[in-house]
């Protein structure tokens, strides 16, 4: 269940809450040149830095939906630019499958998207994420109706590991 | 429980004057297993870096949080000073604070501040949950491969092999040497292209350090930097390099002479043992077995009756030989554009004088059929008017290729200037849409040309047709808005370069990645040019796009200097953050193996004990020197059995977490 301050709730003084899953080698460092320019855009986003677009499991998005992010932005190269060659295409057809899923079970479309910035697009950087705030405000705070529980990352990572039956190689470290 | 300590940093006013430094610092205190917070005025510096140094012997710290610049600024710096303490450099978090915040929300200092809180709180999250990692040594096969033995292999091959270390070229020609020799003189200098690349063929034939392998290719590759595994084919030649004197008797004698030169564009004709020419290296001859009457039809025999050494081998097969090598110089240069298709409205190939850039080379060049005389291929006859079209493929997305090729402009104005200087009467029109010159002496190069009298139009070529003996040439001349028709006694198309055939093929061999024209893709356009995104895999010259020859001969020592400064360590360190498997979760089921863009996954037959049971089956093994850590794998993992150490699927998830309670 997302813990929700019921302060932050109330519709005047609610700001939208955005994760953005950044690859290291063009988005994270678009967004470094969005800051050597001094750009400004609106100070909701928060970024987290994964090697490739292709490390983010859709299971990341759904718990920060489900726990209390009111839009997830995944950002990774342009098709054909990934640093590790292919990474961006699996994240597409992952997430892009994934955002459909999560629009048929009822989220609002502006509240996850897939968007390819690389390290020289510091305005495209700033515009998406003006955008994309925008949209997220305009939909307002996400409705804990959204939440299935238990949250999907308790689940897959959680205390599911511990149970697992131990195994180990035979007459040596694995 | 961890021991995590946090530093805050003002970096001056760059942040300091923006987000409230001490309001964080006293958060990030309040943080889970945070046991020390402190802000300083400039971390990065020497003071700020021996604060850290204090704070991990004081607090008896175990991992920390930097909150300061963008990590792609000084992650590397904490680390480095990590490896002087008891932290391990891998149990660090960096906060972005200036980048991505005081630097962008200047407007709103309480924003930026809650957002630098955030930021900390999801690092320290993070952080509390890493793993020390430490790095493994690879050993360094000191051992080059070079793929491609123009001018770029070349070069790569002897600043390599000068530096004290092998070398071994692969060519898939008979010959050294790539298009370089074929050129008559090189701008904007104008000496002669032999005279300068064929004493570094020899010089490379002769070097203690290289082997030369001709008609060779790379057919398969495994292994990683610093020890790939080689298979490199040669083709059957027939002659017994050993044996062989390089006499050419063989060649004189050899009764099929009417197949056509490649090495002159086809303007004469060759034997079916041959040199490819004069100055080939190697030296010797080999026998083209589509022509050769003993091969095809079990006839003549004649070379080998000759032969004074008994070099002949009709029984020759091709032979795989397989080698470690530490590096690799990707060097396969360019062809010139199949125009004749593509363009048929210049005759489409059918008008024996419409000729492209090497023809022109092979026919002004003195060891050319006609040496070096200009005359017309049809007739022999000298032109008294020739039209340069440039462009013919170049910036021609419609039909050719979108890019420039970079050379034309030059070896136009080359073309031009040599043209007059042979035949003082001759006209020349030259057909361009912009004039590129940049290089030192360039423009002044093409100004000579024009000084020279080469009249240049501005506007492309629309119809080519013949008339009589001559040729008529439509025009467009856009600076004076007129249509212009030429009479021209002869027509070159400076054509576009073009990546050579199966450059693809063998960039792939070491999942280095091409473009949509085939070029190989640098690991960073400005700031690893001669890099590629495999480790250990250089590239040098036109393979990674069109460029001249003082350009390919800059990128080809600079490709040498990588692989030299890779050769000068005996190991190289690993890169940690890699894929892991965690064999009790891993079904065998092959997925990540597809997956891995760099081969770094196999399935391997292991015994194991699950639930007191022996067992023998498939799981998937990393290996930490091919895995270049882009997760991919992680999360194609159906069971979840791998997992990305520095990005493990525990640490991004409490960092959502941290951002999501509030
Ligand atoms: C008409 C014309 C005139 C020019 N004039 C000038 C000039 O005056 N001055 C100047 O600076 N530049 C000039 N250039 C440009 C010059 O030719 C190139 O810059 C230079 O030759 C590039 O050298 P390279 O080694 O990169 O490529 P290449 O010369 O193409 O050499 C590549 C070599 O790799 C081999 N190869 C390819 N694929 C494989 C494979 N898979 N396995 C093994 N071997 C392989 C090829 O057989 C070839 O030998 C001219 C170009 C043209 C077309």
Redesign the pocket.
Known sequence: MPVVDEKKTTEEEWEPRILAFACNWCTYAGADLAGLNRMKYPANIRLLRVPCSGRVNPQYVLEALQKGCDGVLVCGCHPGDCHYSTGNYYAKRRLMIFKRFLEYVGLEPERFNVKWISASEAGRFRDTVKEFTEGVRKVGPLKESFTLAPSAGDKLFGAHNESEAPASEEGGAA | MSRIGVFVCHCGSNIGGVVDCPAVRDYAATLPNVVHAEDNKYTCSDPGQAKIRQAIEDYDLDRIVVAACSPRMHEPTWRALLSHTKVNPYMLEVANLREHDSWVHADNKEAATEKAKDLVKMAVAKVDHAIPLYTQQIPVNKKALI????????QAALDIADAGYKVTI????AT?????PM?D???PTMDC?ACICTPKMSEVGNHPNITVKTL???TKVEGYVGNFEITIKEHAKYVDYDKCTGCGLCTTKCPSKKIPNEWNQGLDNRTAIHKVFEQAVPSKPVIDADHCLKLTRDKCGVCAKVCPTGAINYEDVDRETTETFGAVVL??????IKWEDLYPEYGGGAYPDVI???H??RIINASGPSEGRIVRPSDGKEPKSVVIVKCVGSRDPNKGKAYCSR??C??GA?HAHQIIEHIPDCKVYVFYMDVRTPGKNYDEFYMQAKNDGACYLRGRVSKIYKEGDHYVVWGADTISGAKVEVNADMVIL??A?VA????T??AMLFGVQTDKDDWIIEAHPKLRPVETASRGVYL????QG???????VAQ?GAAASKVIGMFSHDSLESNPQISNVDIAKCSGCGTCVHICPYGAISLVEKHLRENSVKVTRDVAQVNPALCQGCGACTVACKPGALDLLGYSDKSIMEEVDALCQW
Do not use: N, Q
């Not at chain 2, 692969?170 to 020609?173: F, G, P, S």
């Not at chain 2, 069109?546 to 390919?552: L, Q, R, S, Y």
């Open positions: 793929i491609g033995g123009g001018i770029a292999g070349m692969v060519e898939r020609k050294l040497g790539g298009k370089m050129l003189k090189t701008f292209s060779s290719e790379v060097a396969t240069g360019y062809e010139l492209d850039g090497l022109f080379e050379a034309c030059m070896y080359k400076e054509t370069m050579a055939p199966g450059a093929e063998t040098a010259g036109v393979a069109p460029k001249d020859i003082p350009d390919t080809a």
